[in-house]
């Protein structure tokens, strides 16, 4: 009887363990609750609302930009669709700081799609160098699939930065993801990972 119990005790630990080490889900659908600032490398900033779609293994992150911290409707200069795979995983972060208790998460850049909102932006897109940007002229509210040129050279290269290491967290009906780098662009460098967290994502119902 005792090494029965001491065998259900062992598989009740190992059980605990299992679950701890189990990665959060993230699966569903995020949107910010309020204008952010993300660094564009330097003094440039970037305000955004972000509105991001998970399933188990495939993302779809769609980001909105807008000329100032106001994110006013009427100020919105373009928008960005880029999916692919992700995968979160364990364990979770022990050591003390505003990301212990987040998980590392991997996301690889399969399509990126752009629209320009604003004519400035349009402009911007049309000085490319030919074939690096998309393959047609850019206009306001037209959508063009850019993964077929490597991205858009001016604002985003898959070469550059094919995939990204972030660290996600869930608390109730929050998503936090890791401050973006202050340089601007992507962290593909998967020996780094954010010490920070961004402002939360609320899960849409």
Known sequence: ?????LAVVATLCLATQALAAEPPS?????KSTQCEVRPGGGEQKYYVKRDFTYSKTD?????????DGTCDESKKMSRVVITGP???RSPAIDKAGATQGASPAHFLFSTLKITPLAEGFAQYLNSAPPGTCGTQKWAVGK????TGTNGCSIIFSFN???WEQDVVKVTGDELFFGARPATGGCNADATHMPSELQVPLKRVK
């Open 160 to 162: 550059a930065c094919p």
């Open 1 to 5: 009887m005792k090494n029965f119990s």
């Open 59 to 67: 993302s779809k992150a769609v980001i909105t930009f807008y000329a």
């Open 86 to 88: 992700y995968a979160v």
């Open 143 to 146: 959508e063009q699939d850019v």
């Open 26 to 30: 993230i699966v569903g659908h995020w």
